[in-house]
């Protein structure tokens, strides 16, 4: 199996430690490494390094190789600019088919944390071999253990098993819900989380790609033709400016037919937010994750960071406050998805220093 490492989110729920030259992706924000390197270390032990990819911005290729200085330089698929993910897996498939015809590619987002790595290869193992001999296109779900409103959810049919107990045939494809209707997901026993994980051979998901994204594919074909070639940077460069961003999951898992998903076991946090920050991490006697130089009186049920300047609290709880160069956030635990919005306010204000 190729194993290709999306790197190319902005993290803009992270800011203000994520920023755009350095995104959420190269933080050490889980443990003392990035979750790029996490990652990456998670991917040897389901294949061989010299089959791992890293697809990221091509403002990001230096700090790719600063994490990843083992990475061969031609592992890094480096995109003009983002365009979501069905350019990036495209882009992916695209480089490597050229390489190897049969190729089977699983494609995992570099910010997820995984710990049962025993757990996850067996799962990927069997992905990698359905894959292999059915023309499909597998997504991976996470077994819910609380009724998330943060995830997508994945219907699949439970008597309709088709592989080794673990692969299913979907059914649907369901957003982000409110609490009452990821209740009822969970009661019903028939709803995964959506990981954002996938597995295929790169023919398949370049035919579903031509078949839903013909424009998209159609340049991608161009790019295709010109891999190892004196010509590639410039042809890459015409093709994808003129390529429509767009999901994976909206532009070709939701409208084929012949998808499937591996039900994983495995623990599994796509580390969304800095709430689900603060419940990954170690509290102390207080309910709190404290890092840096910080002070906290009567402060419970609190994230707070700061490397460098001073933050003092009284009486405060339930919040996330972060330090990180020129800015500072303060927002309640429950609101930390809207971290992005301000983001988005910041840069219709021009506030780009602090980006």
């Known amino acids: 199996m190729y194993a290709v490492i999306m790197a190319g989110g902005v993290g803009k729920r992270f800011w203000p430690r994520s920023r755009k030259d350095r995104p959420k992706q190269l933080l050490d924000i889980v443990s003392d490494q990035s979750m790029l390197r996490l990652t990456y270390e998670r991917m040897k032990k389901v294949t061989e390094e010299r089959k791992i990819y890293v697809v990221a911005g091509q403002n990001l290729a230096e700090q790719v190789f600063h994490e990843l200085p083992e990475l ?49 290869k067996k799962a990927v193992d069997n992905g990698v071999q359905f894959a292999r001999d059915h023309v499909a296109l597998i997504t991976f779900g996470i077994t819910p253990t609380r009724p998330a409103t943060g995830y997508g959810y994945i219907q699949y049919s439970k008597n309709d098993v088709v592989y080794k107990d673990s692969i ?100 599994w946090s796509d580390v969304g937010s800095w709430d689900a920050v603060y419940e990954i991490k170690k509290k102390d006697k207080n309910g709190n994750v404290i890092i840096g130089e910080v002070v906290p009186i009567d402060t419970e049920n609190s994230y707070i960071y700061s490397r460098k300047n001073l933050i003092s609290t009284i009486g405060v709880k339930d919040l996330i406050i972060i330090q990180s160069k020129n800015s500072t956030l303060i927002v309640n635990r429950n609101d930390t998805e809207r971290v992005k919005d301000l983001v988005d306010l910041l840069e219709r204000k021009n506030f780009t220093d602090h980006l």
């Open 168 to 267: 299913y045939k979907v059914k649907t494809f369901a957003e982000k819900p409110n609490p009452a209707t990821a209740r009822r997901f969970l009661d019903s026993g028939e709803f995964l989380w959506n990981s954002g994980m996938f597995i295929w051979k790169a023919e398949n998901i370049l035919n579903a790609i031509k078949l839903f994204l013909p424009e998209m594919f159609e340049s991608l074909q161009n790019i295709g033709g010109a891999v190892d070639t004196p010509q590639y940077q410039s042809v890459l460069k015409k093709q994808w400016a003129t390529i429509h961003s767009d999901s994976i999951d909206y532009g070709v898992m939701e409208k084929a037919k012949n998808v499937y998903v591996v039900r994983g076991s495995f623990d």
């Open 72 to 120: 061969p330089k031609r592992n890094l698929i480096a995109e003009p600019s983002g365009k979501n993910t069905a350019p990036c897996i495209g882009l992916a498939a695209t480089t490597i088919i050229q390489k190897d015809p049969n190729a089977v590619i699983g494609v995992f987002p570099a910010d997820h944390l995984i710990v049962d790595t025993k757990a996850f």
